[in-house]
């Protein structure tokens, strides 16, 4: 039987016969009848020759993009082999804008096996599944792993850079117009508030700032503060290092400092602010796996523990990914599950919970979805002789 359950996690199931192997670090979203989920399929253990591969470039990474159709609870593989990049190809930035999933990659080799690398961008449009691919050029960064890029005006903006083996939080752009990147900010030592270089961090953008969440060092232990936040001006051109507040109302009143964890960002549908959601990860402390649920509102810069509302995760999970959708809904997929950091399983499940209360449209059209999964399939008149309503059903199924 359906009941609504906000701040509490459901597993969304499915009866598809292909359906996508667990992976982790992907990057999902979430339209409001859609979840996508592009890249990165690590399934664990890693064999030794996956290790070797990986050691020397070839990227694990699989260049593919799973749809899962919330109403018809149905997962689908979308591709298109001649624009999709090769195995050679290593993504370094993504986004998902409006209708479309933008990922920049580079890779590629010439006839006579010399290294001929080519930097594309790739413009995949979910509603007609095709896909453009532009060359870049102009001052490009040599990124570290993590799949970050933000939207500012006609810019994508990436924070990062590998530079003789050591990490750098500079800032580069692309010209959306012209494929053009360049050197925005290049880090000298010389601003006490230039963050330190790291790998594997997430972006989040609101108004004029960029801010980078996590991150890890490839050449120590360094964990990054939830704290302090680094945060980049993109008009004065300037980095600053943000307070922010802590949840008066729980204990600890900050998250502890973690590593691993999956990080999203959302516009709130009632007050239009950006909030910051974080979960999961593992424990630099005592070196567990976590399963807890974090906001920070960028407005007020105040963190919220979510699990005075009932909402923790599902298990105890770190290399997870998230999403939230337009009307407030929280979805996690994949990542390591694990209790003990022992007996780990690489997950394969979507899950979803919702962050506030939503219409109570949303709320009926859940229900429907729930006894109907087949509505997708159905005619227009075999629609209608049940009662529903037409136009909203097909809005939301297609």
């Known amino acids: 039987m359906y009941a609504f359950k906000p701040h509490v996690f459901t597993e969304h199931f499915s009866s598809s016969i292909a359906k996508p192997k667990g992976r982790i670090n992907s990057k999902i979203h979430c339209d409001g009848k859609n979840v996508y989920i592009y890249n990165n399929m690590y399934p664990a253990p890693l064999s030794a020759q996956d290790l070797l591969n990986n050691l020397f470039g070839s990227n694990l990474e699989a260049h593919e993009i799973w749809l899962y159709n919330l109403a018809g609870q149905q997962w689908r593989l979308m591709r298109n082999n001649s624009n999709l990049p090769d195995k050679d190809h290593v993504t370094f930035g993504i986004i998902f804008e409006s209708s479309y999933l933008v990922f920049w990659t580079k890779g590629g080799r010439s006839n006579d096996g010399l290294s001929s690398l080519r930097y594309q961008l790739h413009i995949w449009d979910l509603n ?5 691919v532009r060359e870049t050029s102009g001052d490009i960064p040599d990124v ?3 799949l970050n890029l933000i939207r500012h005006g006609k810019y994508f903006y990436t924070v990062g850079i590998d530079a003789l083996l050591e990490e750098f939080s500079d800032v580069y752009r692309l010209n959306i117009e012209d494929g053009v990147w360049e050197a925005v900010y290049i880090c000298k030592g010389l601003d006490a508030n230039e963050p330190v270089g790291r790998s594997d961090h997430t972006l989040v953008h609101d108004k004029n700032m960029i801010y980078i969440f996590g991150g890890v060092r490839t050449d120590s232990e360094l964990e990054f503060s939830l704290f302090e936040i680094p945060g980049f001006d993109l008009e004065k051109c300037c980095w600053k290092i943000v307070e922010t507040h802590g949840d008066e109302d729980y204990v600890p009143h900050y998250p502890v400092l973690r590593y691993d964890f999956a990080v999203t960002s959302y516009t709130d549908p009632d007050t239009g602010e950006i909030n910051v959601i974080i979960s999961g990860g593992i424990d630099c402390d005592h070196e567990n796996a976590l399963n807890d649920v974090w906001r920070l509102n960028l407005t007020s810069l105040k963190w919220t523990c979510l699990e005075k509302y009932g909402t ?7 290399s997870h990914s998230m999403t939230v959708s337009p009307a407030g809904k929280l979805f996690t ?10 007996d780990e399983t690489c997950s394969s499940s979507l899950h979803s919970t919702w962050l506030r209360i939503p219409k109570l449209t949303d709320i009926c059209l859940e229900a429907v979805f729930h006894y109907f999964p087949n509505l997708k399939s159905m005619t227009d008149k075999e629609i209608m002789s049940l009662g529903l309503p037409l136009q909203l059903l097909k809005s939301r199924i297609h």
């Open 312 to 318: 923790v995760l599902p298990d105890y999970v770190y």
């Open 333 to 342: 997929f994949g990542g390591h599950i694990s209790i003990n950091m022992e």
């Open 128 to 132: 007609t599944e095709s896909v453009l």
């Open 144 to 146: 570290p792993t993590g």
